[in-house]
């Protein structure tokens, strides 16, 4: 099965993750199909937090991808962002 879930990168205490598309059976930092976007749970400033591309999401979940719980709450986030912004 596929699933779109968060890659970790960053330094120790200082998280950083992609969000991608992979095979559930790959471990979390394996391969990866796509990447779809980024969160920074730590930025400042002029960082962006969350930046994801919802039309290629919304591609993946119609060929059958399974959303984590995480990455679930977070483009219910961007699309309340968008839905705000305009």
Do not use: C, H
């Not at 591609?59 to 309340?80: D, H, I, M």
């Amino acid at each position: 099965m596929v699933s779109i879930r968060l890659n970790r990168g960053g330094a120790k205490r200082r998280p950083f993750y992609d969000i991608v598309v992979t095979d559930s059976r790959s471990p979390r930092d394996g391969r990866v199909i796509e990447r779809l976007g980024l969160f920074n749970p730590v930025a400042r400033g002029q960082s962006p937090r969350l930046r994801l591309d919802l039309a290629r999401v919304d591609a993946w979940v119609a060929k059958g991808a399974q959303l984590s719980p995480r990455v679930e709450s977070l483009v219910r986030e961007q699309r309340e962002a968008e839905k705000a912004a305009g």
